[in-house]
């Protein structure tokens, strides 16, 4: 069975603090994994990632991609109370076409 | 620039009773979807759309029904609420599978039903 797997659960940090989430999988037949951010509302695409070692970065967000280990982390620099949010790893499940399994999230709190 | 629109955004309803989340989309996309959201178990898909006229269950079916109505709308039913139904519903839609956006979800902001 397809599935990812996000640690941790949750983190406390304080403002200006570096954090790295941690998503694992297991994919049939892999093609990419994505990153979503989610406030009070509506997960919003940050990252996918389809090769290993190449990192994407927007800001103070990077992420990259371990193809041989099957993991991805998303860093994030100099935090601030805006980065306070669940943040979802995801995957296309091989049998599905491009239909998407998510991990559980981790939820960041930011705190001033 | 609406994106995607779900309706409505709360709902409270009595086991049993019936009732259907409407999504409607403005991007063109050829892909809609239904997920829903439980605490510490992520979005789960319940019903997947590919195409307008064609529909494929999902991880957690049992219990709905899902119309796409045209290219623009998905909509999805609860035939016989139960409390396990209580939950945060999300509709999102991407590009046609086999393009570069095919997995880059864009999501609507969520109906929170409750069933009693």
């Known amino acids: 069975e397809d599935k990812v797997v996000q640690s941790p659960l949750s983190l406390v940090v304080h403002e200006g603090d570096t954090v790295t989430l941690n998503c694992s999988y297991e994919?049939?037949?892999?093609?990419?994994l994505l990153w979503y951010k989610q406030e009070k509302k509506a997960p919003t695409f940050l990252f996918m990632l389809?090769?290993?070692?190449i990192e994407k970065k927007s800001g103070r967000l990077s992420s990259i991609l371990d193809k041989k280990e099957l993991f991805s982390i998303l860093n994030i620099t100099a935090t601030q109370t805006g980065d306070s949010a669940v943040y979802l790893c995801?995957?296309?499940?091989?049998?599905?076409?491009?239909?998407?399994?998510f991990g559980a999230g981790t939820i960041l709190r930011v705190k001033s | 620039n609406a994106g995607v629109t779900q309706t409505p955004k709360f709902q409270v309803l009595k086991t049993g009773q019936s009732m259907t989340l409407q999504c409607a989309q403005d991007?063109?996309?050829?892909?809609m979807y239904w997920y829903r959201q439980d605490p510490g178990m992520g979005l789960r898909l319940i019903y997947y759309?590919?195409?307008?006229?064609?529909?494929d269950k999902g991880e957690v079916p049992n219990g709905y029904n899902v119309s796409r109505l045209n290219k623009r709308e998905f909509s999805l039913r609860l035939e016989s609420a139960a409390p396990s139904q209580t939950s945060v519903y999300f509709c999102?839609?991407?590009?046609?599978?086999?393009?570069?956006?095919?997995?880059?979800?864009?999501f609507g902001a969520g109906s929170r039903l409750t069933v009693l």
């Open positions: 999102a839609s991407s590009q046609a599978s086999g393009t570069s956006g095919a997995n880059v979800l864009t």
């Open positions: 994919v049939t037949n892999f093609r990419s």
């Open positions: 389809t090769s290993s070692g």
């Open positions: 995801a995957s296309p499940i091989s049998d599905y076409g491009n239909k998407l399994v």
């Open positions: 991007m063109n996309h050829n892909s």
């Open positions: 759309s590919a195409s307008e006229g064609t529909t």
